[in-house]
Every structure is written in C-alpha cells, then in structure tokens.
C-alpha cells in the first residue's frame, strides 16, 4: 500500500513538471513564427532539428511566454535566415541530444509503476514455494499449532484416565527431562493411541502439548504418500528435520495405518512402492534421534493389528496406550464439559443422559448437546430442555423423525404389530434391557418404527444365554407379524442381518455352536492369508457352520413363536395403542403388558389391497430397534 502511495506521488510530481515545462513554451505556426522575425520581435533562434525555437526579450508585446517553437518548412529556411540577417537576430543550429526531459519522464512513469507493483508482491509472498508449486511438492503438509492465551490441557479433555496417566509422563519428561535422565531413564520415542473413532485420541495428544507448553505439529498419514514414488519419504524427512530444529515438539500422526500397514500385505500387485518407501524413511527417521532431542511422536489409529511389525516395536513406538469408549461415569464427565456451553434447563439430568447413551464416544456426545441446542433455538425456547435431550438422542441413534412420511393403513398396522413384538420379548426376558420406547413414526432414511431399550448398565461380557435372548428379541418383530397376519414382510430385513452375524459369530468366533465343532475359533479377521485368499478352515467345516448358524436361528424362531402365543393378548393391546398415539414409553408398554384387555383391536378390518413394489424394502428397519 505504501508503495501505491508513492508511485501516486512520482506520477502527481511529473505531471506538474511537465505541465511547468510545457508552459514556458509555445507553439506557434510557422508564418506566425516568420512575422515575429520580420517584426523584430525575436532576439534569439535556435534550429533544433527540424525545429525552429525562438525567444524573445522580456519587455515584448506578446504575452506571457518568451519561448515560440514551430517547425521547419522545407525551401523557406533561406528565405528566414535572410529576415533575422536583416534584424541583427543572432541564431544558431544546435544537435538534437536525444529525448527530451518529458519524454523521458513519460516512458519512465509505467516503468517505475510496474517495478513497485512486482515489488510489492514479492514481499507479501510467505515463501517462493508458494509461488511455485513444483517447489513445494517435496515438503510436509504437517500444521503446527502453537497454542496462543489459554492452551488445551487435560482439564479439558474427560474420561480417559488411564490414558492421560501414560501420557503425564511425557509431559513431566518435556517439562522436566534431567529427573529422568539422572536416573538412567529416557523418555519413549513413540506413543501409540489405539482406540475406536471419537475417543478423543487427537485431543489427548492436544492436551499433550498444551500441558508441556511445546509446539504441536499435527498430520494426518494418508497426507504423506502421492502418486509419485520418492514424494511421501521426502515429506517425512522435511517433517522431523523442522521438528527437531525445536528444543522440544510433539509430532501428532492421525490414521498411522494409512501409512504404517504391515508391508507386503498390498495385495496382488506387491513390489517397492511409494507407501512402503515412506513407512521406510519413518521407520529410519524414528530410529535416528534419541530421546535428548525433546521430540516425541505421538501417533493415533484405530487399526492397530494391520500396522507393521517393524513400527510398533520397542524403540520407536515403545508405549500403546488404549483409549476406550467412556464408561458410565466418564460419559457424565463428557456431557459436563460439552453442556458449558450449552444454556441446560431445570429439568435436564446429565446422569441420566449418561445412563441412556451407552456406547456412544466422546463425538457422538458434543454432538448430541448440540442438536439438543439446535432443536431448542428452533422452537424459541429460552434454554434446553429434557424433551430436547431425548430427541437428540433418538437423532443420533434412530435418525431425523419423518413426520411427512405417510403410510397406508395397513401398512401402519403391520409397523405397530412388528414393533409391539420387539417391546414384548424385550420386557419378557430378564436378561435384556428393559424398553424405554416404541414408536411407529418413520425416522432415518427408511425406518418405519423403532424399539429403543435403556441399559440397566455398562456391560463388557455376555453369556451365552443372554446372547440366545437377543436373537429372540430381534426375531420378535418378524414372529409377530406372521402370528398375526400369516405373513411377513420386508421390515424385518436389518433384524434379519443383525440375527444371523450374531449366530455366526457364536458359531466362528465364540464357541458358543454345537458339539461339531467344539471349541475351536474360526475368526475370519485372523486367517484370511493374502497369498492364498480365503480362510484356513475347508469346506466341510463351513458346511458345519453353517448348518450351526441356521440351526441357532431355527431355535431362537420356536422360542420366539411360543413367547408370542402365549402373550398375543398383550401384543393387541401394545399395538392397538400404538396406532392412537403412535409413541410409547417404556412404563406405558409394561402397563399395558400386565393389564388385562376388554376388546381386542381390529387389526385385519382395514385391510388394504399392496403389491410389492408398495411394500418397504430392508431399510426401513433402523438398528435402534435391537438396542
């Protein structure tokens, strides 16, 4: 901008200089130029080229300017000469020396304009790599955060103890290195954060930083490997070359496994190629400092059996901490964190909050308070409510509630008998969680109804009869619409899926089948071989698997059937009340399967001629239904 202002100057400056120079001179034509001489009014010519320049005395009657300027006429300068001859004007013939001062002036002008233009462009250019890509095509994509004010810290991440407890060492480390090294000890080179998606993996290693007051460069792994072989090693040198110019860093690498997969396990192609050559150069990078240099890498992936031997052993990455999806008691702390910036009523209660969102991670919890606020500044209300809370639970588990989604009579009934049949094996059998909602609203993308259950608790094993029950639960949907119409239709089809990879993986996985095939595991995780392609079990034994898969699914049918005869009175009166008001709480649904009905519904008078192309397909059966 500075520059902008001076070149407006130089141009102003020339403009009046010319302007100043201009004026000292007159041109005139040349027979006014003649009479002048012949009037004696000039005192002095100049002959300039093909110019004739001519003054004249201060005190002449011809205006305010002394100089005339014309040109010359060719076969008149005889004739002219002659005339000041006569007048005594003295006059002589000067050589043209070039450019004149204005012209010059006025080349130099656009010159000086685009001189200061580029300059100052160049200077608000960061880099030249900027300016030229192929420069920069060899040089880390790493963001380096340098906390400003308030940093992140531990205080601001919940949950997670046992992690930020391994993680506090670091940090004594990066803060106070020579306690350890007098004792013989060193820091680990590496840190390796394990853990589903959402945990809060990257804000550990945020908080990491914060606390030791040491720059942060973060990258993502898939951001190293390009088209071109030789790229990503180059960007992992550039990386920990910047890093180490620092006293102490913290060298973040999300999704290590876009980069760290255990290496000829590429499939058919094989060979050297450019994501090997990377996780090769990382491999010697982690190798080539110690822990003097105040750099640790901290790496986060949720895959951690497809990494590579050679990355997670002692030396590079010497510590794996997990972190797991939050207890019942670390949900509490995450809602509290995530509702201060949230305006909660009166009403809301975030240990049942937590009690009801089992499961979820840290994520899905931020961003259930934030639909809950959403859904509140949508209706004007003045803080957020329990109703509020509730429906972004549903949100998050069952989806967005489809109102606009009309069904036809008969299909409203078949929705509010299937979801009936859910809610009465549920509440019939003890080792399931108790109903804490029905309805036949549409939600998600295809979802006519749904079954929400509330935990009793946070549960890290099953038995095997509680899993047995589960299946019962699933297939009661399915039973109830065939105990009541003869027939079944297309809802049932995710409880279907969810049944069967249950009763396989009791059968593959758990050793929960028959006495054929006793208690071996057949994981298929763990023995697909790449060479080979497929599973290291033969063909009879995954006949037998099969045949046990259908056989567990066969029992959970019978003891699903005899549960529903046997309570069909209570199934009419569940799904008789869910076509008046469509949505049921859980105390309402036991209320009505321990009371006795007067009339029963009638279901099958409004029976509505549908083909199947009117019919909903699978998706309409929202996973919520089997929680």
Not at 101 to 109: G, K, P, Q, V
Not at 214 to 232: A, K, L, N, Q, T
Not at 491 to 507: E, P
Request: overall charge neutral; some cysteine.
């Amino acid at each position: 901008m500075r520059s902008f202002w001076v070149y407006i100057l130089l141009v102003v400056g020339a403009v009046l200089l010319l302007g100043s120079l201009e004026g000292s001179e007159e041109r005139i034509p040349y027979a006014r130029f003649r009479d002048m001489a012949e009037q004696g009014v000039l005192t002095e010519v100049q002959i300039k080229g093909d110019t004739y320049i001519g003054r004249t005395a201060p005190n002449a009657p011809v205006g305010t300017s002394q100089t005339f300027r014309t040109g010359r006429i060719e076969g008149a300068e005889t004739a002219l000469l002659a005339t000041l001859d006569a007048k005594d004007v003295p006059y002589t013939r000067v050589s043209d020396g070039g450019p004149s001062l204005s012209m010059m002036l006025l080349w130099a002008l656009p010159l000086v304009g685009v001189l200061l233009l580029v300059g100052s462009m160049s200077r608000k250019a960061p880099t030249p790599n900027i300016t030229n890509p192929a420069l920069n095509f060899g040089k880390h994509k790493a963001r380096l955060y340098v906390d400003k004010g308030a940093p992140i810290t531990f205080r601001d991440v919940a949950g997670s103890h046992e992690a930020k407890a391994e993680l506090t060492e670091i940090v004594e480390f990066l803060k106070a290195p020579e306690r350890y090294r007098r004792l013989g000890g060193r820091i680990p080179k590496g840190c390796l954060l394990v853990g589903p998606p959402g945990t809060g993996k990257t804000l550990l290693a945020r908080a990491v930083a914060g606390e030791a007051n040491v720059p942060f460069f973060s990258i993502c792994g898939s951001e190293f490997v390009e088209m071109f072989v030789g790229v990503g090693a180059a960007r992992v040198r550039d990386l920990f070359t910047q890093a180490r110019e620092k006293p102490a860093a913290i060298l973040f690498v999300d999704e290590l496994d876009a980069v760290g997969k255990a290496r000829g396990a590429a499939g058919p192609i094989g060979g050297n190629d450019e994501r090997e050559q990377t996780l090769n150069q990382l491999l010697t990078e982690m190798d080539g400092f110690d822990g003097a240099t105040g750099l640790v890498v901290i790496a986060a992936t949720n895959r951690p059996e497809i990494l590579d031997p050679a990355l997670t052993r002692a030396g590079r990455f010497d510590r794996r901490v997990y972190v797991d999806r939050p207890d019942l008691r670390e949900r509490r702390e995450i809602l509290e964190v995530h509702a201060r910036r949230v305006l909660l009523g009166p009403d809301v209660n975030l240990d049942d909050m937590a009690a009801q969102t089992t499961g979820l991670v840290g994520a899905d919890l931020a961003n259930l308070l934030n639909e809950s606020a959403l859904l509140a500044a949508r209706r004007h209300a003045t803080a957020v409510s329990k109703l509020d809370l509730d429906e972004a639970i549903e949100r998050v588990i069952a989806g967005l509630e489809r109102k606009s989604r009309r069904l036809g009579a008969h299909e409203r009934v078949v929705v509010a008998y299937h979801e009936a049949g859910h809610a009465i094996a549920a509440e019939l059998l003890p080792t399931q969680d108790p109903v804490r909602k029905v309805s036949i609203v549409p939600r998600g993308i295809g979802a006519l109804g749904y079954t929400l259950q509330k935990p009793r608790e946070d549960r890290y094993l099953m038995s095997r009869q509680e899993i047995l029950d589960r299946l019962v639960v699933l297939l009661g949907g399915r039973v109830a619409e065939q105990r009541t119409f003869g027939d079944a239709s297309t809802g049932a089809q995710d409880d279907l899926v969810n049944a069967t990879d249950i009763a396989r993986r009791m059968v593959r996985e758990l050793g929960m089948g028959g006495s054929a095939l006793g208690l071996a595991s057949f994981d298929p995780r763990r023995s697909v071989t790449f060479e080979r392609g497929g599973y290291d079990y033969s063909e009879e034994t995954a006949r037998v698997v099969d045949a046990e898969v259908g056989r567990l699914l066969a029992d959970a049918e019978a003891r699903t059937k005899s549960l529903i005869n046997e309570h069909f009175d209570a199934l009419e009166r569940i799904a008789r009340r869910l076509l008046d008001v469509e949505t049921l709480s859980g105390e309402e649904v036991r209320a009505l399967l321990h009371t006795p009905s007067a009339e029963k519904p009638k279901a099958e008078a409004e029976n509505v001629d549908v083909s199947i192309e009117d019919v909903p397909t699978s998706e309409a059966r929202p996973r919520a239904a089997c929680r």
